[in-house]
């Protein structure tokens, strides 16, 4: 690796850590977070329901408070640093990402399944329009070959997108795998290419470099590992590594340490660690999210979370079939008769 390269860093806690704490974010912790995290010299903060805008529901989870709201106070303390906002086309509308855009967001980060990217031409097109700087997020990129992933990114680039990214929203790549698709990328899209990782196998990190290494320039990360399943690339961790490669960030090393370990560590019920369930997420393949709903739906039915996880796994069931887990959850329990619905 080059010791005269630059990573641009977007920081995730405050859209994917909501599904750690199960959208239970205040207004005063992200503000508390944000101010950190610009402090730090952070470029980009990523704020939004774990599902991207519009995502409260039922279906994904009730927020606790107005995502609206929190973008607001995120922009309100980021004086360098710009606040992106994460949609998926079906559950956020053109409406949401222009009072976004409207609240101070500088950057969209247009997300679908790695297959589907032909649905985020609309949004791309109008977050160009609004003069956001936007991203192609191909989720779920373990679940596609390179030459379909490399089509699926053209489009995006086509479509007007600035920067693509390879999405490893189940933690399942391993680095070889990485590597090819950031490779494919670089030989076949003209855009500056992302990497988003998980840690459910604990290779967020080796995911992470092997991404660097082939010419990612945009990268992921989240604080104290505050994200889905097991967390992100810890960006703390990821900051104090790419130093020692010589590799420059823009990032205050200890203040990022002092956030983590002072403003974000409270905020977590329990340490990120790979649990049981967030294994089985990076093992089977399932989408990050899933890992509450996953203990929820066993919880009701007395079943193992891990025998859901591993079947969903094989239905290939991926982000937006969340209501899919109940349904497999009670297939299951039919057919244990010492099962129990609480």
Same mark, same amino acid.
């Not at 599902?51 to 009730?62: T, W």
């Not at 997020?137 to 779920?140: D, G, K, Y």
């Not at 698709?181 to 494919?184: E, G, N, P, V």
């Not at 039915?301 to 979370?305: E, L, T, V, Y």
């Given at each position: ?8 860093i977007?920081e995730v806690? *405050? ?6 704490i199960?959208?239970q ?5 992200v503000?508390q977070?944000a101010?950190g995290l ?5 470029p980009?903060i990523e704020?939004a329901?774990g ?12 927020s #606790?408070?107005?995502?609206f709201e929190?973008i607001e =106070? ?5 004086e360098?640093a @710009?606040? =992106?906002?994460l949609l998926l086309?079906?559950?956020?509308t053109m409406k949401?990402?222009k009072q976004?855009?409207n609240?101070g967001?500088k ?11 032909d649905?985020?031409?609309q ?5 160009k ?5 936007t991203?192609g997020?191909?989720?779920?990129s373990h679940?596609a070959?390179?030459?379909k *992933?490399v089509e699926?990114?053209k489009?995006?680039?086509s479509?007007g ?7 490893d929203?189940a933690?399942?790549?391993l680095p070889?795998e990485v590597?090819e698709?950031?490779?494919?990328l670089r ?6 290419i992302?990497?988003h990782?998980h840690?459910?196998l604990?290779?967020?990190?080796a995911?992470t470099?092997?991404?660097i %290494?082939e010419?990612?320039?945009r990268?992921d ?6 994200g889905a399943?097991a967390?992100n ?11 020692r ?13 002092d956030?983590?370990e ?10 990120q ?5 967030? *294994?089985?997420?990076g093992y ?5 999210s899933?890992? *509450?709903h996953?203990? #929820?739906a066993?919880?009701k ?5 891990r ?7 094989? #239905? @290939?069931v991926?982000g %937006?079939?969340?209501d899919?887990?109940?349904d497999?959850a009670a297939?299951?329990?039919k @057919?244990k008769?010492?099962?129990?619905? #609480?």
């Open positions: 690796m080059s010791t005269e390269r630059h990573i641009t977007t806690a *405050l859209r994917d850590g909501s599904h750690a199960a959208h974010y205040t207004v005063e912790q503000l977070v101010k610009n402090d730090a010299g952070v980009y704020v329901h599902d991207g805008l519009a995502g409260s529901s039922l279906q994904y989870g009730l #606790r408070t107005n995502e929190l =106070a995120a922009v309100s303390v980021c360098q @710009k606040v =992106a906002v086309p079906g559950i956020g949401d990402l976004a855009a609240l967001a950057m969209a980060r247009v997300a679908t399944h790695v297959t589907e990217a649905v985020s031409a949004h791309i097109a109008l977050a329009e609004l003069g956001l700087e991203v997020f191909l989720m779920m679940m070959p390179v030459d *992933l699926q990114a489009l995006m680039e479509y997108a600035d920067i693509v990214y390879v999405v929203s933690g399942a790549l070889h590597t698709r950031i490779r494919a030989q076949h899209v003209g855009v500056e992302g990497f990782g840690n459910n604990s290779l967020a990190m995911n470099l092997a991404a %290494g010419g990612a320039t990268i990360g989240s604080v104290r590992c505050l399943g967390g690339t810890q960006t703390e961790v990821l900051i104090a590594v790419l130093d490669l010589g590799i420059d960030t823009g990032v205050d090393l200890y203040k990022m340490m956030l983590a002072e403003i974000v560590a409270p905020i977590l019920k329990t340490p660690e790979i649990t049981r369930d967030s *294994l089985v997420l089977a393949g399932v989408y990050s899933f890992q *509450l996953a203990q #929820r066993a919880n039915f007395g079943i193992d979370s025998d859901i996880l591993i079947e969903l796994g094989k #239905r @290939k991926v %937006g079939q969340e899919m887990i109940v497999v297939e299951i329990a @057919k008769p010492e099962s129990v619905v #609480r």
